[in-house]
């Protein structure tokens, strides 16, 4: 069974960093693009940035300039450094992972930017 746990999430104030991980299991495949996306309270869930195993990057413009993807393929493991925090950054955010017609989501961690 395929499972992907975030990890890094927790509080921290405006213009302060934090790093999130995301390391999947149970998988005998590497995911073709692996991304995060956040959701706020009263919220949709949108995309914050996503890797392809080639490195090519897509990241959102709310966040472009601060927020910087990376991952270590061979391990299907994908980070998400983010600098600069405001505010507005605050909501759980997921990781996800995708193989074709296949989605998988890790169960959200929270991230909360104190002004």
């Known amino acids: 069974q395929v499972q992907l746990v975030e990890s890094g999430g927790g509080l921290v104030q405006a213009g302060g960093p934090l790093r999130l991980s995301c390391a999947a299991s149970g998988s005998s495949f590497s995911f073709s693009v692996m991304g995060w996306y956040r959701q706020a309270p009263g919220q949709q869930r949108e995309i914050v940035a996503d890797i392809r195993t080639g490195g090519g990057t897509n990241v959102g413009d709310s966040v472009k300039g601060r927020f910087t993807i990376s991952r270590d393929g061979s391990k299907n493991t994908v980070y998400l450094q983010m600098n600069n925090l405001k505010p507005e950054d605050t909501g759980v955010y997921y990781c996800?992972?995708?193989?074709?017609?296949?989605?998988?989501w890790g169960k959200g961690t929270l991230v909360t930017v104190s002004s």
């Open positions: 996800k992972g995708s193989r074709a017609e296949w989605n998988f």
